[in-house]
T-cell receptor, first 111, second 112 residues
Framework: AQRVTQPEKLLSVFKGAPVELKCNYS??????LFWYVQYSRQRLQLLLR??SRESIKGFTADLNKGETSFHLKKPFAQEEDSAMYYC?????????????FGTGTRLKVLA | SQTIHQWPATLVQPVGSPLSLECTVE??????LYWYRQAAGRGLQLLFY??????ISSEVPQNLSASRPQDRQFILSSKKLLLSDSGFYLC???????????FGEGSRLTVL
């Protein structure tokens, strides 16, 4: 079955500390993984996608097919990083446009 | 540029009444369209998605249905609302080329 798991509902870190938001997935085909972010009173928006291998706002995420993980990392957290983060999986590489999300992790960066 | 609109933004309905939430995309053609329900602690639950006019994939058997009467219009409906249908509903679209989803403002439904 297709599934995205984010084990942490809430993650609190101090400003300047490293951040790692965990995401594990279950998918029988070739998935495409994404991280979305929702800042307070804003729409959900794309943060980054595994296929781009890019760093956005200092965040990176590496797809580990062996561990079926796509953890989001940032070496030094900023207060403006406080938001809700969702990991998502699309099956479009396998011929389906089914697009599912995890339950989300709220990141709080403390001053 | 592309835009997505959802309405109504807020809706309060009695149990047993019908529902119609509408989503329209502008500035693109043949988008893939999605309906999600967002609930605290439960993330975004995929309800329906559509890759073309009249093509609907249902992910969760429940009291809701979806239709796509036009290329850029996606409608979420119910004949008789239940209390458990209360929630925040999000419409989204993607072109299929980049995989990025673009979300609407959302519709908050309260069933009393």
């Amino acid at each position: 079955a297709q599934r995205v798991t984010q084990p942490e509902k809430l993650l609190s870190v101090f400003k300047g500390a490293p951040v790692e938001l965990k995401c594990n997935y279950s998918y029988s085909g070739s998935p495409e993984l994404f991280w979305y972010v929702q800042y307070s009173r804003q729409r959900l928006q794309l943060l980054l996608r595994h296929i781009s291998r890019e760093s956005i706002k200092g965040f990176t995420a590496d797809l580990n097919k062996g561990e079926t993980s796509f953890h989001l990392k940032k070496p030094f957290a900023q207060e403006e990083d406080s938001a809700m983060y969702y990991c998502a999986l699309s099956g479009r590489n396998s011929g389906t446009y089914k697009y599912i999300f995890g339950t989300g992790t709220r990141l709080k960066v403390l001053a | 540029s592309q835009t997505i609109h959802q309405w109504p933004a807020t809706l309060v309905q009695p149990v047993g009444s019908p529902l119609s939430l509408e989503c329209t995309v502008e500035g693109t053609s043949n988008p893939n369209l999605y309906w999600y329900r967002q609930a605290a602690g439960r993330g975004l639950q995929l309800l329906f998605y559509s890759v073309g006019i009249g093509q609907i994939s249902s992910e969760v058997p429940q009291n809701l249905s979806a239709s796509r009467p036009q290329d850029r219009q996606f409608i979420l409906s119910s004949k008789k609302l239940l209390l458990s249908d209360s929630g925040f509903y999000l419409c989204a679209w993607e072109t299929g080329s980049t995989g990025e989803l673009f979300f609407g403002e959302g519709s908050r439904l309260t069933v009393l």
